[in-house]
């Protein structure tokens, strides 16, 4: 994407971070951040599902073992909450000229859902260009970590709790089969979707995800 908008203000840059529970993306996101607002650029950090008043309270009720929706109804939720983000925050923020830094997108459906899930892509896709119009990520960074160790940490984090951990407990081929859909998007993508691998400290990981976003700069 990127450009000029109807404005005449330059178009923000959107990135996206992606990868199985555990992986990292959230610490990395973050650092990000860090990293361009020291430099001088407006930055908006907002996260899936939620973002809003709406999506908090829809990935509060996703997230919940309590409730265990169908795949579908999961999907219908995640999309729900993904349109009120892209048409209330994410869209004018780029309109305005800010980077949008998001901690997972629409990709994290086809993995999720499209893949692990089995939904298939083509329905993913198809929710996916409702919610987001033509509002896209300019770099999608898939955190690659093995699934034995990113799972062990999701599980481990003291944010993890008995009321959002209904992904946490899903079973380790269900985490496998969503580490292959990511593989599958950056193959298929290669220019947007850049995998990062996430071994190392946060340091080593960051200056990874510096070089996967170096062009963008």
């Not at 939720?77 to 309109?95: G, H, K, S």
């Not at 799972?151 to 984090?157: H, M, N, Q, V």
């Not at 944010?159 to 959002?164: F, G, K, L, P, Y």
């Amino acid at each position: 994407m990127g450009g000029l908008v109807q404005s005449g203000c330059m178009r923000g840059r959107f990135i996206t971070f992606e990868g199985i529970e555990g992986c990292g993306k959230s610490v990395q996101h973050r650092l990000l951040a860090d990293h361009l607002q020291a430099s001088g650029v407006r930055v908006l950090l907002t996260r899936e599902p939620g973002g809003t008043p709406l999506g908090e309270a829809l990935r509060s009720l996703v997230l919940d073992p309590a409730y265990a929706p169908t795949p579908l109804a999961e999907l219908l939720v995640l999309e729900a909450a993904r349109t009120q983000l892209v048409a209330t925050v994410i869209a004018p923020a780029l309109e305005r000229g800010e980077w949008v830094l998001s901690d997972r997108f629409a990709d994290a459906s086809s993995a999720y859902q499209g893949v692990a899930r089995r939904l298939g892509l083509a329905t993913v896709a198809m929710l996916n260009a409702t919610a987001c119009g033509s509002i896209w990520p300019d770099r999608t960074l898939v955190l690659d970590l093995d699934v034995e160790t990113a799972l062990a940490r999701a599980r481990a984090r003291p944010t993890t709790t008995a009321s959002n951990r209904r992904f946490e407990d899903e079973a380790l081929e269900f985490h496998r089969a969503v580490a292959a859909g990511y593989r599958e998007l950056a193959a298929s993508e290669p220019e947007r979707v850049r995998m990062v691998d996430a071994h190392g400290t946060p340091a080593e990981v960051f200056a990874r995800v510096r070089e996967a976003v170096e062009d963008l700069l």
